[in-house]
């Protein structure tokens, strides 16, 4: 037990440590070929004014009525422009809801490629806040009439304008690889008229802005794939390293302008950034291009200052070419890394040990309860410990260990028959009842999500007591069942969350350390009498543990999750059981399959001992 | 020696005059401006000599150097495709010479050798591909066995030769990877009389051809019997589509900058049009343009080889109310005019130049339905399975039967059973299943395309595991597939027995890739196992293992041990006469040399 405190302690202090100097390390770019900022860029001059008549065109299709008009407006840009266009409605049924809208994309053929690659350049209609994206879709318009007069693209360029920033691009990259053409119940996207190479990169602008025009201060690199897929460091730093080095425009991380890279503001970062790919949710439109292990990020403007779409644009031209340059697919740098500030990382090997730590302490506390549950005697929970000490006392036996003679008491010598059936099946009913407030969160309607959530809220902490009293009562579990119940179950989330901490650290970490008590999880002893000198130690640590357990809670802690953003929680259920259905998204399968069980488990054995009856049991082992 | 030399130069002169008789030259270019600001430029060089000529190796027309290669590998007829870039079926219309002269991405070879059997024939194969990669300096010799097919329905010899005939083997094949440039131009132009100098050939300049939106280069040999009288047939190929902006862009100022705010043409017509708010207006008319502007310079007067009576160099497919300057004006003579197309003849010495003003012309350019459209892509992620998409398009209100054919390489490996074709019924199928790291898969469907429909045609596919050694140096592109050849087969009508051909673009296919920096990783911890274990078996063999007293003791350490005996002894008697009223304190500092001295 000590030994997993100092693990989860370990673990924490670890992470901690991590955005020290010592610990992180400067990025760099990896691969040769990529030479970001080595080109000069000509993006401006003339390009400035038809840039703000498409910002006009734009923005009057952005105040016509139907979604029709704006899709066909771009699509007779894309054509006039000379790319070829075409168009891709889909629809998803969500949580009783549609989402509809039609992308609209345009190829240029690269003039001596030969077709086997692609760039995605994208400007989601509606941006990740639901804006309209009227100075970025100008600005990719303008940008794709100049790179159609350029003859050096060795790869085709997509450009795309999805109609919004989360389920547009997943329609789009789905179709793009016809896993998902045929209509389902839930999801129904069309094939896509025109294709090209294998995607090599994806660039998405987010530049809401009218055609007042505003300028900007940074340029915020948003990098999180759906589930936690990062893309390959290499083309992150060549974002940073354009922006900064070759336009002079600041760049920033999870929206943090201030950053004084200050140990506060590095440990910031890294809590952001692992908090958002816990999640595991979309967070643009280049999210969903992750699964595909196509590269992708997108650069939103943020802050006041003096740099103007031009900049943003040559920064674009400049990323482009950089990527032009690629002879092989991003693979040279790190795809592991947690991000401290725009020049900063922690690459795997430094990072990977913390999840690992707090993981294991499940491990080593099962292990612990296991060796315990295989010593006698037998006992059924919550008996008065007096009559188990008087049966000591009546078998013991003398050890010689060289002249020394020792009294054991017999029970403890001997290794007792562990009778694992019962155990073993309630750790697997617990983990198939998981699957109901799964499938009910994931499939129910819009109106009714957040009371079945309160349902499932509370016959979560109910399930617990009437299980344990199922189990103590009518099946007669002895404490060495109830050992090897909560064993079965540590060492289940042990392995689950090592194994999930190699594809996402950031929500191993989070239910590791969210689930930790479970593994301190003792059952309550409040039957004793009132003279057992630890009486007063038992019902602090009584008192400690449930309370502990019961804010520990996966409803509470969705909850808490929704108070901490500031959302409704219905907006939430909702938002996750869009990202289950329509993105793939998996960390509500962690939370309500690995953690739920655990928890609930840890629950069983927590109350197992509380009788409230106080008549000693008939029948006694 | 000497003489013999000398008599032989003027008989052999006697010779090739003789055999001149029949040995012609001919040589043209087609220009046709295309929508979207293209022109589609189509260089022809025929040469031909009789067989009887070629068999006693009289060379005149006909390269020798290409003959000579030909005659060694008993090659009877060859096609040999550089390509590069795409055909836009979409907006420049149908194919040009019906897609026969074109290749797949990359360089594409296919030839009918004589020879006894198979096993000879792959070895004519080997070494013809080998001697034109020499040649061409193209990498021809990576067409190995595994690259090699014997296509069955998709290829008909253009030349009189039996294709039924027991001696003849047919083998393709393709490099979709192979980068087309300069280098692969050079060597067509020498094989040309006026190597690239004069004529219309001195148009082709790398630069030029090499940034073109689509360019092909063909060479195609071929025997052609009249009767009796056979003779053999060269044919080179060079057909591009320029952008003629791109392509007029002053030579040393390349760059595509932004042009100035002048020179774009606003849209006056949109109400927020202002000094710095200008919509762009497409130019409208025929664009501007001009032969030295596009291809870098004049033509540089005629090709004086072969008969230049009813010559034709240089045709413009342009309609007839479309200026054409020439200059010099008398540099050219008008052979023909029609409604759509001029034909003229160089003079030979003189540079010329076509320009072309821009004009706005009445009626709209015609376009011209393709036969058919087809595209590949590949479906799937992830490293093992994948997926094959075909998709053919019958634009026209009749049936077609067309041939479809696929040549994979071994490492991707199709399930046939997963083959599945709507839209359309399949003829007849020929299906050669691929041998790991011997032989690819070959793939050939006749199919009956329905009036206006659209075929789709898909199957499943496993990626192989390579060997680390079969990786090329940059191993994360991924593998070049290539094309998937389509024939249109020719309606009954026609007597044309060729029909058309149009391929699709080559793919590129991502294979589970090992991390190769791990190699070095496992040499160096493999490597320091070995020297840790080949060091203690080392020790352990030759070793003899004593107590420390039974060691001689080495005599430079018995020298140092005096040494330090004689200094400590120096100095504890320096010690004992300064201390010598404190016995008991010399007592304690011998007690434990005692002890140790004891337990020894």
Redesign the interface.
């Given at each position: 037990m000590g030994l997993s405190l100092i693990c989860i302690l370990v673990g924490i202090s670890w992470l901690l440590l991590l955005p020290l100097n010592e610990y992180s390390r400067q990025t760099y770019i990896s691969e040769n070929a990529i030479l970001p900022g080595q080109v000069h860029t000509?993006?401006?001059?003339?390009?400035?004014?038809?840039f703000?008549?498409?910002r006009?065109?734009v923005w009057s299709l952005g105040h016509r009525k139907s979604e029709e008009e704006v899709t066909d407006g771009l699509y007779d840009l894309l054509q006039?422009i000379?790319l070829?266009p075409a168009r891709q409605p889909y629809s998803f049924q969500v949580a009783g809801e549609t989402i509809e809208g039609t992308n609209v994309y345009g190829l240029l053929?690269g003039?001596?490629?030969?077709?086997?690659?692609a760039m995605v350049l994208m400007a989601a209609w509606r941006n990740f806040d639901g804006e309209v994206n009227y100075s970025a879709v100008a600005l990719v318009l303008t940008l794709a009439?100049?790179f159609k007069?350029?003859?050096v693209w060795s790869k085709d360029i997509l450009v795309l304008f999805p109609a919004n920033s989360t389920y547009g691009p997943e329609a789009w990259v789905s179709a793009y690889?016809?896993?998902s053409t045929i209509p389902s119940a839930s999801r129904n996207i069309s094939a896509l008229p025109v294709?090209a190479?294998?995607l090599q990169g994806a660039i998405a602008l987010d530049y809401p802005v009218g055609?007042w025009g505003k300028r900007f201060d940074k340029l915020d690199v948003l990098y999180d794939g759906v589930n936690g897929a990062l893309p390959n460091l290499d083309l992150l730093n060549t974002a940073v390293s354009v922006a900064s080095s070759q336009m002079g425009i600041g760049c920033s991380l999870h929206g943090m302008i201030d950053h004084s890279d200050s140990y506060q503001d590095r440990l910031k970062c890294l809590a952001k950034g692992v908090m958002s790919q816990a999640a595991g949710h979309a967070t643009g439109p280049h999210s969903a291009f992750m699964p595909?292990?196509i590269d992708a990020i997108t650069l939103k403007t943020v802050g006041d200052g003096w740099h103007d779409e031009m900049s943003l644009g040559r920064v674009t031209e400049s990323m482009f070419r950089s990527i032009n340059n690629l002879?092989?697919?991003f693979?040279q740098s790190f795809f592991f890394y947690i991000l401290l500030n725009t020049h900063r990382f922690v690459s795997i090997g430094s990072y990977l040990p913390a999840a690992m730590l707090v993981a294991g302490s499940f491990t080593i506390n099962a292990l612990a309860l296991w060796v315990l549950s295989g010593r006698g005697p037998v006992e059924s929970p919550g008996k008065p410990k007096s009559t188990s000490e008087k049966l000591k006392e009546k078998a013991l036996v003398a050890v010689n260990d060289g002249k020394d003679v020792m009294l054991v008491p017999k029970a403890e010598l001997e290794v007792i028959e562990r009778k694992m059936f019962l155990p073993a099946i309630v750790v697997l009913g617990v983990h198939l009842i998981s699957l109901v407030p799964l499938y009910v969160l994931t499939h129910k309607e819009k109106s009714g999500i957040t009371f079945a959530f309160a349902a499932l809220a509370i016959s979560s902490y109910l399930l617990p007591i009437y299980l344990s009293g199922v189990l103590v009562r009518v099946w007669d579990a002895s404490v060495q069942q109830l050992q090897m119940l909560q064993s079965f179950s540590l060492l289940f989330v042990g392995a689950t969350l090592s194994t999930w901490a190699t594809i996402n650290f950031s929500l191993a970490l989070i239910v590791g350390l969210l689930a930790s008590p479970l593994s301190f999880i003792r059952p309550i002893t409040l039957g004793t009498s009132p003279t057992e000198p630890n009486a007063l130690l038992n019902i602090v640590h009584a008192v400690a543990t449930s309370f502990v357990w019961l804010i520990t809670s996966p409803p509470l802690a969705l909850f808490a999750l929704s108070w901490y953003l500031g959302k409704d929680i219905t907006w939430m259920l909702v938002e996750i059981a869009k990202g289950w259905a329509a993105q793939g998204v998996w960390s509500i399968l962690v939370i309500w399959s690995v953690w739920w069980p655990a928890w609930v488990l840890g629950g069983i054995v927590l109350v197992s001992s509380i009788r409230f009856d106080r008549v000693p049991p008939a029948f006694d082992m | 020696m000497k003489l013999a030399t000398l008599l032989a130069l003027p008989a052999s002169l006697a010779a090739t005059v003789l055999a001149s008789a029949s040995d012609t030259y001919s040589e043209h270019l087609h220009l046709k401006p295309l929508p979207n600001g293209a022109l589609y430029a189509g260089f022809n060089f025929t040469a031909s000599t009789p067989l009887t000529a070629y068999e006693s190796q009289h060379f005149r027309f006909f390269p020798r150097s290409l003959g000579q290669i030909l005659q060694f590998t008993h090659t009877s007829e060859l096609h040999l495709r550089f390509a590069l870039g795409r055909w836009d079926e979409e907006s420049w219309g149908n194919r040009p010479r019906n897609g026969r002269r074109e290749g797949g991405t990359g360089v594409e070879l296919w030839a009918w050798l004589e020879a006894q059997d198979q096993k000879e024939a792959e070895e004519r194969w080997s070494g013809l591909v080998n001697s034109l990669s020499g040649l061409f300096c193209a990498s021809l010799n990576f067409i190995d066995q595994t690259k090699t097919i014997t296509p069955i329905l998709s290829f008909a010899p253009e030349g009189t030769l039996d294709p039924e005939q027991a001696n003849l083997h047919l083998m393709h094949g393709m490099l979709p990877h192979e980068v087309v440039c300069t280098e692969n131009l050079t060597p067509l132009l020498k094989l040309l009389p006026c190597k690239g100098k004069a004529g219309v050939s001195s148009l082709l300049d790398g630069h030029k051809v090499f940034d073109a939106s689509w360019q092909t280069m063909a060479i195609d040999v071929r025997p052609v019997c009249k009767g009796q009288e056979c003779e053999l047939e060269i044919d080179q190929t060079v057909d591009m589509v320029l952008d003629v902006e791109r392509s007029m862009r002053p030579r040393d100022n390349p760059i595509p900058r932004p042009p100035p705010v002048e020179d774009v043409i606003c849209d006056e017509a949109k109400g927020y049009n202002a000094h710095d708010t200008c919509y762009p207006k497409r130019r409208e008319g025929e664009m501007e343009w001009g032969l030295s502007r596009i291809f870098g310079r004049p033509v540089q007067g005629s090709c004086p080889a072969g008969s230049r009576e009813n010559a034709v160099d240089i045709v413009v497919e342009i309609p007839q109310e479309r200026i054409v300057d020439a200059v010099p004006e008398d540099a050219l003579d008008t052979v023909s005019t029609t409604d759509s197309q001029r034909s003229y003849r160089l003079k030979e010495g003189q540079e010329l130049d076509l320009r072309l003003p821009h004009q706005i012309l009445d009626q709209a350019q015609e376009h011209r339905q393709t036969l058919l459209h087809a595209h590949r892509q590949m479906t799937g992620y992830g490293q093992e399975r994948g997926g094959m998409h075909i998709v053919i398009t019958n634009p026209h209100p009749h049936s077609q039967r067309v041939v479809y054919l696929e040549s994979l390489p071994w490492f991707l490996r199709p399930y046939m059973h997963t083959l599945a074709i709507s839209g359309a019924t399949i003829e007849n199928m020929y299906y050669t299943p691929a041998i790991d790291r011997q032989k690819g898969t070959q793939l050939e469907i006749l199919l009956e395309v329905p009036a206006s429909s659209t075929v789709e045609m898909t199957y499943e596919f496993e990626k192989a595991i390579l060997r680390y050694t079969e990786y090329p140096p940059d191993a994360n592109r991924g593998f070049d597939i290539p094309p998937a050849i389509v024939r249109i087969l020719p309606s009954n009508a026609s007597s044309d027995d060729q029909g058309s051909y149009l391929r699709t673009t080559s793919l590129l296919l991502p294979l589970p890739t090992p991390d190769f920096s791990m190699p070095y990783n496992v040499i160096i911890l493999t490597s320091t196992v070995i020297a840790l274990g080949f060091g203690s078996i080392f020790n352990l063999l030759i070793r003899r293992f004593v107590l420390v007293e039974e060691a001689p003791k080495s005599p430079l350490a018995v020298m140092i041990q005096n040494l330090v005996k004689k200094v400590k002894g120096a100095k504890s008697d320096k010690k004992v006469e300064a201390a010598k009223d404190s016995s008991s304190a010399s007592i304690l500092k011998d007690t434990p040399n005692g002890e140790v001295r004891q337990r020894a």
């Open positions: 000509y993006f401006g001059g003339s390009e400035h004014n038809v703000r008549a498409y006009q065109e006039e000379g070829r053929q003039p001596r490629a030969d077709a086997t690659e009439r100049y007069r350029w003859s690889h016809s896993t294709k190479g294998a055609p595909y292990h002879l092989e697919k693979h | -």
